[in-house]
Nanobody, 122 residues
Framework: QVQLVESGGGLVQAGGSLRLSCAASGRTFGSYVMGWFRQAPGKEREFVAAISWRGDSPIYADSVKGRFTISIDNAKNTVYLQMNSLKLEDTAVYYC???????????????WGQGTQVTVSS
């Protein structure tokens, strides 16, 4: 079984930065793709970013490209999402995911964290 615990969410002004962390435990993650998703009020959960446990080949949603950076610390079994130049529309609950897969242009994952709230104010 996989356990994912997010932290680092909070309230930040537009233009500011936050770093989210996702501590992973359970089975070995060597072959998993790890990722971040988000869900704003009244909207569907959407893909944000993903990266392999080797730390290469990161991919990003167009809406965050150039502002967000996903990374991995294998020694700590932790995935990070550095969010810079935050915008009001980045407000959402952010979820860490393990085993991210893409199919027909959509991303999904079998394992999820409980989510952490990010609120961007004007």
């Amino acid at each position: 079984q996989v356990q994912l615990v997010e932290s680092g969410g909070g309230l930040v002004q537009a233009g500011g930065s936050l770093r989210l962390s996702c501590a992973a435990s359970g089975r070995t993650f060597g072959s998993y793709v790890m990722g971040w998703f988000r869900q704003a009020p009244g909207k569907e959960r959407e893909f944000v970013a993903a990266i392999s446990w080797r730390g290469d080949s990161p991919i990003y949603a167009d809406s965050v490209k150039g502002r967000f950076t996903i990374s991995i610390d294998n020694a700590k079994n932790t995935v990070y999402l550095q969010m810079n130049s935050l915008k009001l529309e980045d407000t959402a609950v952010y979820y860490c995911a393990a085993g991210v897969q893409a199919s027909s242009g959509r991303y999904s994952a079998p394992y999820w964290g409980q989510g952490t709230q990010v609120t961007v104010s004007s």
